[in-house]
């Protein structure tokens, strides 16, 4: 009877440091309109995506080998190659409360996933929690003018499954013996930036001139919001079932508002407070362990019990 609270204890450690990556990604709202420079979301997912993964790559010093090579290029298109393109282009498409909703719909992607690829049946209780987590985001960010946009839509439905995906994917994967989370962060940023940089210059052409403030912009995103922020990701995903991270992305538009109405002078509704406590709630749902999958198949690693073991208003870029 002892030994729940220190089994307990580290699986909650893991998700309070693994929660720190959608706040971080939060931020990223308030980064990207008072620093970089405008209508150049190609070019900021690059420069998020590509130096992090060289400098986690400089810092790991693994590369990826045999089956490897190709799951680590899988995952960069999901997670990093995909997502950004889509997320961005939802952003720009749609009213930024709607992108937010289409992402919040994650968590409900991911117990569809997992059911499919790590065996896990879907609780009543998660599945509660993934529509709690669509209306207390519905309610923080959503306006009753709202235009809806069907290419914007699509999109961002297609980028809140690929990031789904991405995380049931790591989970079922795991990692090599030898590689950590940093190298596992590092193949996947590095992979997506290698499919982002053509598409890149194709679309937007020559980077733009950089000033300082843009400098310093790129620098925090490509730090904070991106080798740190990843590399803690993917060590969650190693400690926590796959469902239970992708509910931490329910935090990343509560951030992105909390940092608007105190950076920005953005305003906020008792309705939005209220919105923001029934997404916290569906996030602590969401972390309640999953049930007891099959056994894994020959080759396949053993999904780890809980214990061994994603946007804000217009623009926001996780």
């Known amino acids: 009877m002892s030994s729940l609270p220190t089994r307990a204890a580290p699986l909650w450690g893991t998700v309070a440091l693994t929660a720190l990556t959608p706040l971080a990604w939060g931020s990223t709202y308030a980064v990207t309109t008072e620093f970089l420079p405008p209508d150049r979301p190609l070019f900021t997912a690059l420069m998020r995506a590509l130096p992090a993964g060289l400098v986690l790559l400089a810092v790991a010093r693994t590369l990826p080998k045999g089956v490897w090579i ?3 290029a899988v995952l960069g ?5 995909a997502f950004f393109p889509l997320l961005f282009l939802a952003a720009y498409r749609l009213p930024g409360g709607v992108a937010a909703v289409l992402g919040a719909a994650g968590p409900l992607f991911a117990l569809g996933f997992a059911a499919a690829w790590l065996a896990e049946p ?3 209780r998660k599945v509660l929690a993934g529509l709690a987590g669509v209306l207390g985001v519905s309610l923080v960010v959503l306006r ?3 235009a ?4 914007g839509i699509a999109a961002g439905v297609a980028g809140s499954a690929a990031m789904a995906a991405g995380t049931v994917l790591a989970k079922r994967w795991g990692r090599p013996a030898g590689a950590g989370p940093a190298a596992i962060a590092a193949w996947q940023l590095t992979a997506g930036g290698l499919l982002l940089l053509p598409v890149a210059f194709l679309v937007e052409g020559a980077p733009p001139v950089l000033d300082g403030q843009a400098v310093l912009g790129y620098a925090y995103l490509g730090v904070v919001g991106t080798a740190v922020a990843y590399w803690i990701w993917f060590r969650g995903i190693s400690r926590l079932p796959a ?3 992708s509910f931490l992305a329910l935090l990343s538009p509560l951030s992105a508002a909390i940092i608007g109405w105190a950076a920005l002078g953005q305003s906020l509704s008792p309705l939005q407070v209220l919105g923001m406590a029934i997404a916290l709630g569906g996030t602590f749902l969401g972390q309640t362990p999953a049930r007891p999958g099959a056994p894994p198949r020959p080759g396949q690693p053993a999904v780890t019990s809980p214990e061994e073991v994603v946007v804000s208003p217009k623009k926001v870029r996780v």
């Open 70 to 72: 190709w799951r680590a």
């Open 77 to 81: 298109v999901l997670n990093i190659g």
């Open 122 to 124: 879907p609780t009543r």
């Open 144 to 146: 009753a003018n709202a």
């Open 148 to 151: 809806l946009d069907a290419a």
């Open 243 to 245: 469902t239970s991270v």
